[in-house]
């Protein structure tokens, strides 16, 4: 198992000194992401080679058996953490904050006006699992946002619509739905998707689903099932989400989000 790793590891190292290299800034306004041209199918043979040619529920048990072989981190290691995973391409000194796109010293995380905190995507009271360890402090849905627009967002579920949110780089939200910048839609979708697949009721902790609806409080579901769907379709991984994914499971859990790898497996799966 070692030496797999090893090899896993390695390959990875040249996957990600390749994104690296034509890595581009993530558009600061509410533009569409670029979908990429191709299909990332470099682990196919290796990482994936359970779940590949499966459909449906067993594509989700082997994806779910896949991921959850992980190294989980402290809710502090998370700050640390996302200074790398969300590192403004152009300004090593700053992150990319989700929501609204700004970017802002890593020095500056925190709780106050202007600082910047670790947004929990899939809300954590949504199946109440606070920030403790698993569910709580893992990064592939812990992202850097603005403290004012992360409050905004609070626990809402995701859904189109709503006023604009200020300095939310064209966020929307209303009473029970929040709905993002475009060119981070996707990415919030394949973290929602992630979730689902990670956390089915093992660990002690609560079962995540994607379903139909909004408004679902502490319960352990997020909506808008059909929305989330359409944003992945419609925002398709880009290079700074792609790299991302590659810097979590080079250095941090050493798993990955294979719905940025393959975001077809949403509609398989759903």
Do not use: C
């Not at 896993?8 to 990600?16: D, H, P």
């Not at 990415?187 to 079962?207: K, P, S, T, W």
């Amino acid at each position: 198992m070692l030496l797999i790793r090893t090899r896993r590891r390695k390959a990875a190292a040249l996957a990600a000194a390749a994104v690296l290299a034509g890595l581009a800034a993530p558009s600061l306004t509410a533009s569409p992401a670029t979908a990429t041209t191709t299909t990332n199918t470099d682990y196919d043979a290796t990482y994936y080679k359970d779940a590949v040619g499966k459909t449906g529920t067993s594509l989700k048990s082997s994806l779910h058996t896949i991921i959850s072989d992980q190294t989980k981190l402290s809710y502090s290691a998370v700050w640390d953490a996302l200074k790398a995973t969300d590192e403004d391409p152009d300004d090593s000194g700053n992150v990319i904050l989700l929501y609204s796109g700004v970017s802002r010293s890593k020095s500056l995380n925190g709780g106050d006006t202007g600082d910047w905190n670790r947004e929990h995507v899939w809300a954590k009271s949504h199946g109440d699992f606070g920030t403790s360890t698993g569910p709580g402090t893992d990064i592939h849905h812990l992202r850097p946002s603005d403290v004012r627009v992360n409050s905004v967002r609070g626990n809402k579920d995701f859904d189109n619509g709503g006023s604009a949110v200020s300095e939310g780089g064209g966020s929307l939200t209303d009473s029970d739905s929040f709905e993002p910048r475009d060119a981070v839609k996707g990415d919030v979708a394949r973290m929602i998707f992630y979730m689902a697949v990670r956390y089915e009721g093992g660990d002690g902790f609560a079962d995540l689903e994607v379903n139909g609806q909004v408004d679902n409080g502490s319960n352990p579901y997020i909506g808008k099932l059909s929305v989330l769907k359409a944003w992945n379709d419609e925002d398709p991984p880009d290079a700074f989400e792609e790299h991302r994914n590659q810097v979590i499971y080079d250095d941090y859990q050493h798993n990955r989000n294979p719905f940025v790898d393959h975001p077809e497996w949403v509609e398989s799966i759903w």
